[in-house]
């Protein structure tokens, strides 16, 4: 099995780079897998995906750190995102939201698709749930209240829905894993685990990686 593992940022994965002694660089090729690093939004994933990924890959790890809108998910836990929406694509009707699904122009919503092989990492994830994939991160009561009222996602990303989107049209198997760093609230940087996350992701995709 070849896996193509992607995120946004070198720093998230620093320690993938390093257990497996592999140079930090924005694609890294080995024997079981290559790391890709896309750099942050859903722009830069989808054309550094268009220039990496192909049918060669059996599976995708998509991995990362997100806000949670669930207070009650602690800060560090790993989250399994099941599907990703593009929740700002589409058209403001006065006061209501036209997702591109509803304009005819194709859909916000897409699903991360499974290998049915079995590895331990996935049966020790307690949470579960959708993401959203956004442009500007929620930072105001307002913009939260009404994005929980009319998608109520678990996780919110940059970059989530554009590796998912990438691999439905590659027909290849895709698994986002989140790593919570923060909750979604107005910005508070002083409440951010940002560091904990990081090293929880790490070890996960580790053990991962190692009996894939």
């Not at 220039?51 to 399994?80: E, K, W």
């Not at 699904?101 to 919503?109: M, P, R, V």
């Amino acid at each position: 099995m070849k896996i193509l593992v992607v995120a946004a940022t070198i720093p998230e994965i620093t320690g993938i780079y390093n257990h497996f002694g592999l140079n930090p660089l924005t694609f890294t090729s080995s024997a079981k897998f290559d790391l890709l690093v896309t750099g942050v939004g859903m722009t830069a994933t989808a054309y550094a995906m268009g220039q990496h990924l192909c049918s060669s890959y059996d599976l995708v790890l998509n991995l990362g750190i997100a806000g949670c809108f669930d207070t009650s998910v602690p800060l560090g836990s790993l989250v399994r995102v099941q599907t990703d929406e593009f929740s700002e694509l589409g058209a403001q009707d006065k006061n209501v939201f036209l997702p591109i699904d509803e304009l005819g122009f194709g859909k916000s919503k897409h699903n991360g698709s499974y290998l049915t092989y079995e590895n331990p990492a996935l049966k020790g994830l307690t949470y579960q749930g959708a993401g959203i994939t956004v442009n500007t991160v929620h930072g105001n009561k307002e913009s939260i209240s009404a994005i929980r009222a009319r998608l109520n996602p678990l996780t919110e990303s940059m970059e989530g829905a554009a590796v998912f989107y990438a691999c439905e049209q590659a027909s290849v198997s895709c698994i986002q894993i989140r790593s919570i760093s923060n909750y979604v609230e107005e910005r508070n940087k002083a409440a951010w685990k940002i560091g904990l996350a990081i090293a929880k992701l790490n070890e996960w995709a580790i053990e991962f990686l190692t009996n894939a």
